[in-house]
């Protein structure tokens, strides 16, 4: 009971820190980004693929925000001098790191889901050309699926990036950006096994269960779903749940690791080295 | 209540503490040592946060390598000024007792009552921007005491107090030390924690170098080999007198600012004996002062004789 009230006074105690103007104005920005892009296209007439756009901007969005968030759990507190006050009390570290992940997790879904609400909002009636099996999937069907997905994705992103920055202080956030480009966009499109270890490849595969595809671009349908089918081919056809299964069994296992090492390891502040 | 044994904290290739081995049993200890002699790293092996790289100790009985349990019955008060924009002391207060554990209301109540021991109750729902040096220092210290712990360790509380804050932390930690808990007080100046007439743990280097009362330590830092400044029109005369009858080591004479400088071997006897001297063969000192009464320097001859470097006269 103690370590949940513990962890539930950091996440209040963090969200009191986030209502500063600089961090909500960066908030806004964030949210606002898509839907002004969105818009921009759509009035120049560049809004080719409505879908694949948006999935890419509110993704890049919850991304940035997750490494904003989740990567500096400790670097903040050591930097920030209260690393002292935090360690000192008996549900310090746990709280600091599950608190943490719970606000970078909560905040970057808020802001990206945000995003993709005002992106759809802007859109208004232009047809996504979303096809699964041979008939258009709704609108509505296309935003609770990239809602899912982007839920998905903060959690497991911000417990990735929490275990980064658990294991590394000073560049986790520049480690966690490697990491992503490494694992999670090259890893996920090698038609092998290594390709299942990218979270990414699994929610792609999830995106394909509930709206079919999202071209690359439109009027590509037919060669789009050829894509897709060869895709399926190499990596195979699993349910829905066993996608789900990894995603949250690998939340599970980056928290478990970095509450081992946060709980572990010294953490020695530039004041403590010199003696 | 704390044993140290041999107990050996290395930074890759820097030594935060060396071979200390101590026993502490409850009271009020003030330990003292220069800036980088090592008592935050003591403090940090006592609070569990480090763990020992040779040697072990043992706090309250206990292994305390981040042994959660223990941290309930401590209370630390960092040298760390506290800064939040936007959130009051109580909410900050409020939060790190939180995190030991206890419910929000709890938590609330404790942290009004312990902000207003440290006469914060004013200004506890101000933001912490708003606060002044001495403000956040008591406010640091109130954290600490919230959960009223059995032994609270104090690094360098009187940083950035002014004498009225000063006096009034004094005046806390006496009544604290009377309710019968247990205090250790880290500082770089003496005379600040003589006040609660602690035991004294003198380290420098990492390393013990001596330990007692504040007389016993008095008497050891008067013992060591020490310059005296003495004041006194008569100058040539007065430097003659030294010279026949203290061992002293060098001599220097400003006639100008009518002023000796004795580097002596045995500064307590010579302080001890000059006056009565003078006066005898009618010299007048209008001042007479030891030198280096820096707690750096004190602390450099103790070193020196911990090397045996140097041997304390008999």
């Known amino acids: 009971m103690g370590l949940v009230n513990s962890i539930f006074a950091t996440v209040q105690f963090e969200i009191l820190r986030v209502l500063t103007l600089r961090r909500l104005s960066v908030a806004v920005i964030m949210a606002l980004f898509p839907p002004t892009m969105i818009f921009w296209l759509q009035a120049g007439g560049a809004l080719a693929s409505p879908g694949f756009i948006i999935t890419l901007f509110c993704g890049m969005v919850c991304l940035l925000s997750l490494l904003l968030w989740s990567t500096s759990n400790v670097y903040a507190e050591l930097e920030g001098k209260s690393w002292a006050f935090i360690t ?17 997790f909560l905040v970057s879904f808020i802001i990206s889901w945000i995003a993709l609400s005002l992106c759809m909002l802007v859109t208004g009636d232009l047809d996504f050309n979303i ?98 089918q060869d895709f399926l081919n190499v990596y195979g056809r699993q349910d829905a749940w066993v996608h789900l299964a990894v995603i949250f069994a690998m939340t599970l296992l980056s928290l478990s690791l970095a509450a081992y090492v946060i709980c572990k390891r010294e953490y020695i502040t530039l004041e403590d080295s010199q003696v | 209540m704390i044993e140290f044994h041999n107990v050996t904290k290395l930074y890759k290739t820097v030594i935060g503490v060396n071979d200390i081995s101590l026993k502490i049993e409850p009271g009020v200890y003030g330990l003292l040592g220069p800036n980088g002699s090592g008592k935050t790293t003591f403090i940090n092996l006592v609070m569990g946060q480090l763990r020992p790289s040779m040697g072990h100790l043992s706090v309250f009985g206990m292994d305390p390598w981040q042994n959660d349990g223990l941290l309930n019955r401590i209370g630390l008060c960092p040298a760390i000024q506290a800064h939040y924009p936007f959130i009051s002391g109580l909410k900050w207060v409020a939060y790190l007792t939180q995190l030991r554990g206890f419910s929000r209301k709890q938590s609330h109540q404790m942290a009004a009552e312990s902000l207003a021991v440290v006469g914060m109750e004013y200004a506890m729902n101000r933001a912490m921007s708003s606060y002044s040096l001495g403000m956040r220092q008591r406010t640091v210290l109130a954290q600490s005491i919230a959960h009223k712990p059995e032994l609270l360790i104090l690094d360098e509380p009187f940083n950035g107090l002014d004498p009225k804050g000063r006096y009034e932390m004094t005046v806390f930690l006496k009544s604290w030390v009377k309710e019968g808990r247990s205090v250790i007080l880290a500082s770089h100046i003496l005379h600040e924690v003589e006040s609660l007439n602690p035991s004294l743990l003198l380290v420098s280097g990492g390393r013990l170098l001596a330990s007692g009362s504040p007389q016993q330590v008095r008497s050891i830092i008067a013992n060591c080999p020490n310059s005296v400044r003495v004041r006194c029109r008569q100058t040539a005369e007065l430097a003659a007198l030294v010279t026949g009858n203290f061992e002293i080591k060098s001599i220097s004479i400003n006639s100008e600012a009518e002023e000796l400088e004795i580097e002596s071997m045995n500064p307590l006897e010579l302080l001890k004996l000059l006056p009565g001297l003078a006066m005898k063969n009618n010299l007048l000192i209008s001042e007479l002062r030891s030198s280096d009464d820096s707690l750096q320097n004190i602390f450099s001859m103790l070193m020196l004789i911990h090397r045996g470097g140097m041997r304390l006269p008999e």
């Open chain 1, 88 to 104: 000192s009390r008996p549900y310090g570290r746990w709280s600091i790191l599950f608190g943490k992940f719970l606000v970078a």
């Open chain 1, 131 to 228: 096809l699964n099996d041979g008939k258009e999937v709704p609108k509505m069907q296309v935003w609770l699926a990239l809602s899912g997905l982007l839920f998905l994705a903060s959690m497991v992103y911000a417990a990735i990036f929490s275990l980064l920055g658990v294991l590394i202080q000073r560049r986790a956030m520049a480690i966690a950006v490697v990491f992503f480009t490494v694992v999670e966009v090259v890893f996920a499109v090698i038609p092998a096994v290594v390709g299942k270890f990218a979270m990414s490849f699994h929610m792609f595969c999830l995106l394909t269960h509930w709206v079919g595809w999202v071209p690359p671009s439109a009027g590509q349908d037919e060669d789009a779903n050829e894509i897709l």
